[in-house]
């Protein structure tokens, strides 16, 4: 089964070959590749899959899905 998870772009570098961002998701920042995504602009959320923006959300979608996520949250 393969996931992906909505996060929310903070900053872009890079150039249309080797496109990057680093990408909130929930307070953990990571580098996430652009490329599949160029018209993604700083505080845009993007879907990511394995290290790859697959698509664009808007925030209402993203934050819907982080929603459902955090309804199968366990707690001890």
Known sequence: MCLAVPGKIE?????ET???GRINFDGVLR???L???PEAKVG???LVHAGCAIGLLDETEAKDILDT????????
């Open 11 to 15: 900053s872009i570098n890079g150039d």
């Open 18 to 20: 080797d496109l990057q």
């Open 31 to 33: 580098t996430v590749a």
């Open 35 to 37: 490329t599949l995504v």
């Open 44 to 46: 845009d959320y993007v």
């Open 69 to 76: 996520f955090s309804e199968f949250e366990v707690h001890p």
